[in-house]
C-alpha cells in the first residue's frame, strides 16, 4: 500500500469518527453546493460521498427530515455537474442507502431525476 492510499485511507477513518461528535450534515451541505453551484473545482467530492455512503448507511430509520433534505438539495444536484463520471459510483452508493433505508423516497427521486435534477423544466 502506497502512503498516498494509506494517508486517505487514515483521513476518511478519522472524519468518520469525528461525524458522531460533531461533524454534521450540513458541513457537507456547504461543501457540495460551492461545488455545484459555484466552482465545479472540488478534489475529493469521491471520497467525501464515499465516507457518507458509510454514514447514510448508519442512519435510523424512519429518516430525519434533514436527511431527506441532504438528499434532495445535495446528493440529487449532484447529478447535473460535469464531473459526475468523476464520482458516479460513490454518488449512486449514497443514493442507494437512502432508497434501501426508505424505499418510499423512490417515487419522489424518481420525479426529481426526470424533472431535471432538481431543477424545473418546461
Known amino acids: 500500500m502506497t502512503f498516498a492510499k494509506f494517508s486517505q485511507i487514515f483521513i476518511c477513518s478519522v472524519i468518520f469518527m469525528c461525524y458522531g461528535c ?7 451541505t456547504d461543501t457540495h453546493f460551492r461545488f455545484i453551484y459555484e466552482t465545479e473545482k472540488f478534489n475529493g ?4 460521498l464515499e465516507i457518507l455512503g458509510s454514514i447514510i448507511n448508519g442512519f435510523a430509520l424512519p429518516l430525519k ?3 431527506q433534505q ?3 438539495r445535495v446528493l440529487i444536484p449532484l447529478h447535473k455537474t460535469k464531473a459526475l463520471a468523476q ?3 460513490q454518488l449512486a452508493y ?3 442507502q437512502f432508497l434501501e433505508k426508505d424505499p418510499e423516497l423512490t417515487e419522489q427521486l424518481n420525479n426529481l431525476l426526470v424533472q431535471g435534477v432538481g431543477g424545473g423544466s418546461t
Open 22 to 28: 460533531w461533524f454534521s450534515l450540513n458541513c457537507c
Open 45 to 48: 467530492v469521491a471520497e467525501l
Open 65 to 67: 427530515t434533514e436527511h
Open 70 to 72: 441532504f438528499l434532495n
Open 87 to 89: 464520482y458516479q459510483a
Open 94 to 96: 449514497c443514493v442507494v
